[in-house]
């Protein structure tokens, strides 16, 4: 049986590797359409079952041209972040819509937020945002997640 600290040993390797093909511009994504509220499920569905998520995502979402593996760990590292800084069973909530040929997805949740001179750094490598409001963020995660959401988003053209 996979211990807990392999798994996140695990997963950091992923990370450093993800992070590295991002930064030397090597990201290939495999475009094809695909459903949104599906790629968010599926996300979903790896959590650990720790705190409410609310789906509130129109039927009629757009298909979009993405890689739907990589949108999958784009959902997952914002939902588990959500999920790290919202007080014990508040919800985090997914929420969708399009307009102008753009199709958004946001994931709200109900933390203190980022700090206004934290803001601009937040997607930033191994930044890590710490505040002595949030004793979560002291010693939680590596500070990859959101840089990887960004270059994967990105090279999916979002």
């Known amino acids: 049986m996979i211990d807990g600290e392999s798994v996140r040993l695990a997963r950091l390797v992923d990370d450093l590797l993800d992070l590295s093909k991002i930064?030397?511009?090597?990201?290939a994504p495999r475009p094809d359409w695909c459903d949104l509220s599906d790629v968010?499920?599926?996300?979903?569905?790896?959590?650990?079952?720790t705190q409410p998520i609310e789906?509130?995502?129109p039927l009629d979402l757009p298909l979009v041209q993405a890689d739907a593996a990589q949108?999958?760990?784009v959902f997952s590292n914002l939902l588990e972040n959500a999920i790290k800084f919202s007080p014990a069973g508040a919800p985090v909530r997914v929420t969708g819509g399009a307009a102008g040929g753009r199709v958004t997805v946001?994931?709200?949740d109900r933390g203190r937020g980022i700090?206004?001179?934290?803001?601009?750094?937040?997607?930033?490598?191994?930044?890590?945002g710490r505040t002595d409001r949030s004793p979560v963020a002291a010693g939680a995660g590596?500070?990859?997640?959101?840089?990887?959401v960004k270059g994967f988003v990105e090279a999916n053209g979002g």
């Open 23 to 27: 930064q030397a511009g090597a990201v």
């Open 40 to 49: 968010v499920a599926t996300a979903v569905a790896h959590l650990p079952d």
């Open 55 to 57: 789906l509130d995502l």
């Open 71 to 73: 949108l999958e760990r």
């Open 106 to 108: 946001r994931v709200t």
């Open 115 to 128: 700090p206004a001179q934290q803001r601009t750094r937040v997607f930033e490598p191994f930044f890590r």
């Open 142 to 148: 590596s500070g990859l997640g959101l840089a990887i």
